[in-house]
């Protein structure tokens, strides 16, 4: 059992919880929603132990000791909290890795492969009876930097697992940047160890479906409880009501914005992809889909100029073929790219200026229309405040706007809703639907139909 009794937590002149107590009883996973910013990572942490209450105390039925450096080993052993930024700690953790570098071909033998993560624990993995989906076993020859997003995080779950099988894993946002089979197999996975291994669950999620070991959500308002209710079962995710789709395109001069013909990508003898053709046309709303690690983050970075293969494929961009005199910082002024890497690579901890401050820096001289953006978002509640001590979610609309503030001819988005709460991801669709100027592009790199009926017109599935 573990126990949170009369918890205050003052941090500067905010109050996070007062006097806030909660209970999770042996037996009982548990999902914890709410709007971004209302505390649910915040109460992971303080589980954890990451967070310390200026008042009340956390009490664990399976930890002993009264000494500090006692509980302190006992909290790490028996408490797994893997945050939203672990897939980048995770990389920092070998030298010199960084995410463009998948794109580039480099000596395997210089690159840290996946058996490399667990060392001498690698044997455990036989031991564990975990669903097929889930297999990693697969995954162990290849380099870290040629792994998606949805295969750095079940190497990095199962690498916690190796070391230290926990009483409860805390999860904070797992699902996200999951393909729906990565998901269903994640989901399986959550249940499986679980079950078999004797691990509580408590994950924090707004809208995917659950696994269905989860039994109790706890839904939390400007950290309090608004509600505590059972989990009959996998909650079913449905569409926004009042989204109306895009607008055709209507645009009558519909130049070509990026072409790819007879593309093939291939990294140490495997082919990503193999002969795609690809136009994309002025003002075309476009998704493009595909499961974890089928290459669509890869036909970004070409298009982004961050990927050298695209100087001996036939790609053109703005009616230009690569190579044939711009530079990159010439195509990087007419594209603006949002995607994962960026939320994980901002280390928002060490930045004290507001969140208004920070856009302001990155794109000066538009208080005037990031005004009319922080009231369309109803981001004055947190605007204000330093980003180091935003929510994921707030962290992620803070982005979206720099980005929306940003007019280029095309929009690159990579995952855009990842962390936001319902509220947030309504609006930002409504934004993309209504409020972009028609001649611009829009690519959306997405794992949710749900994000392909309510505002792309086209697909290009890999």
Known sequence: MIQLKDITILRGNRRLFNNFNFEIQ?????????????????????ISGILHPT??????????????????????????FIPTES???????????????????????????????????????????????????????????????GQLKKVLIMSHLTKQVPNFLLLDYPFDGLDMKSREDLSGF???????????????????????????RLVLNNYSIEKIDMVKGPA???????????????????????????????????????????????????????????????????????????????????????GTGESIWDIKKRINYLGPEQIHFLNPKGISVSARNYILTQIPNENQRLNKLIGFFDAGIYVDNPVRVLSSGQLQ????????????????????FQFLDPQNKEKATQYLNHYLNKEITLVLITHNENDVQNWTQLRKRI
């Not at 889909?289 to 961009?317: C, E, R, W």
């Open 87 to 149: 897939l980048q700690t995770f990389l920092n953790g070998y030298e010199g890795l960084f995410y463009q570098q998948r794109y580039y071909s480099m000596d395997d033998t210089e690159l840290p492969k996946v058996r490399d993560v667990f060392g001498d624990d690698i044997h455990k993995l036989k031991s564990f009876n975990i669903s097929s989906g889930f297999n990693i076993h697969e995954l162990l020859d290849l380099e870290l930097t040629r792994l998606s997003n």
């Open 236 to 322: 079913e995710k449905k569409p926004f009501e009042g989204i109306t789709p895009p607008p055709t395109t209507t645009v009558e001069n519909q130049n070509v914005v990026v072409e790819m013909q007879k593309l093939t990508i291939q990294y140490s003898g495997k082919k990503i992809i193999e002969n795609l053709n690809w136009v994309i046309r002025k003002g075309e709303r476009w998704a493009l889909t595909g499961k974890n690690g089928s290459g669509k983050t890869t036909l970004f970075s070409l298009i982004y100029a961050d990927h050298p293969m695209a100087y001996s494929q036939k790609v053109f961009l703005f009616g230009k073929r690569r």
């Open 26 to 46: 042996p037996g009982e996973h548990w999902v914890v929603q709410g709007a971004n910013g209302s505390g649910k990572t915040s109460l992971l942490q303080l």
């Open 397 to 416: 609309m803070m982005l979206l706007m720099s980005f929306f503030l940003q007019e280029k001819e095309l929009l690159l988005l990579d995952e855009p």
């Open 190 to 216: 959550l249940t499986e160890i679980a079950v078999k291994m004797n691990i509580q669950i408590v994950m924090v999620d707004h809208d995917h479906a659950l696994p269905s070991v989860i039994n109790k």
């Open 55 to 80: 008042s009340g105390q956390v009490t664990y039925s399976f930890i002993r000791g009264t000494d500090w450096e006692t509980l302190y080993h006992q909290r790490q052993e028996k408490l797994r």
